[in-house]
């Protein structure tokens, strides 16, 4: 299985101040299509998750574009430009390239 | 806008078989593929399968010795089944529509799995 490996795992941030969450897969994730399948999830608490971003970089409809993604193969990041209150909660890295999925251990965003 | 609405029993004895379902709202049910993932607290986020339309499956390996997923395109509907359960099976159970990424879920079902 592709092990995905997020950190920070704990990250406490000051409202209006950038965050940046690392994703680092165990082999590449592009796909035999040239796409990568590279997801990002949002999880508030006592929420199901919510995807944010898919192969790599693409937002979903509705999500702030505060929220951006980026990176290649095998390493990737999400980034907030300006943390907001509504953004406490655990963010996970996803892998839809190789059977079966797997997602990273998740990183735990919270307000200083 | 799809909606996806899961119920099944919350509650096991070890050994026996969970069963949950997932109904699908608003419409594109032949059109995706539709999975089960479930989350611990001690392993996270774990992708059980997938099915479509048609009844074709794609498994992980670490549970498709005991997992089936069956739809009903009849009732727009899809179903899990894990048998032999064990107290490691306590978990929310989730269904959602895959887009080599689940990109809506539903509301989650607590199984907890306890003699």
């Known amino acids: 299985d592709v092990v995905m490996t997020q950190s920070p795992l704990s990250l406490p941030v000051t409202l209006g101040q950038p965050a940046s969450i690392s994703c680092r897969s165990s082999q590449s994730l592009v796909y035999s299509d040239g796409n990568t399948y590279l997801n990002w999830f949002q999880q508030r608490p006592g929420q199901s998750p919510r995807r944010l971003i898919y192969k790599i970089s693409n937002r979903e409809s509705g999500v702030p574009d505060r929220f951006s993604g980026s990176g290649s193969g095998t390493g990737f990041t999400l980034k907030i430009s300006r943390v907001e209150a509504e953004d406490v909660g655990v963010y996970y890295c996803m892998q839809g390239t190789h059977y079966p999925w797997t997602f990273g251990q998740g990183t735990k965003v919270e307000i200083k | 806008q799809v909606q996806l609405q899961q119920w099944g029993a919350g509650l096991l004895k070890p050994s026996e078989t969970l069963s949950l379902t997932c109904a699908v709202y608003?419409?594109?049910?032949?059109?995706?593929?539709w999975t089960w993932i479930r989350q611990t607290p001690g392993k996270g986020l774990e992708w059980i399968g997938e099915?479509?339309?048609?009844?074709?499956?794609n498994y992980n390996p670490s549970l498709k010795s005991r997992v089936t997923i069956s739809v009903d395109m009849s009732r727009n509907q899809f179903s899990l089944k894990l048998t032999s359960v064990t107290a490691a099976d306590t978990a929310i159970y989730y269904c959602?529509?895959?887009?080599?990424?689940?990109?809506?879920w539903g509301q989650g079902t607590q199984v907890t799995v306890s003699s």
């Open positions: 959602a529509r895959e887009s080599r990424g689940p990109d809506c």
């Open positions: 608003g419409g594109s049910f032949g059109t995706y593929y």
């Open positions: 099915i479509n339309h048609s009844g074709s499956t």
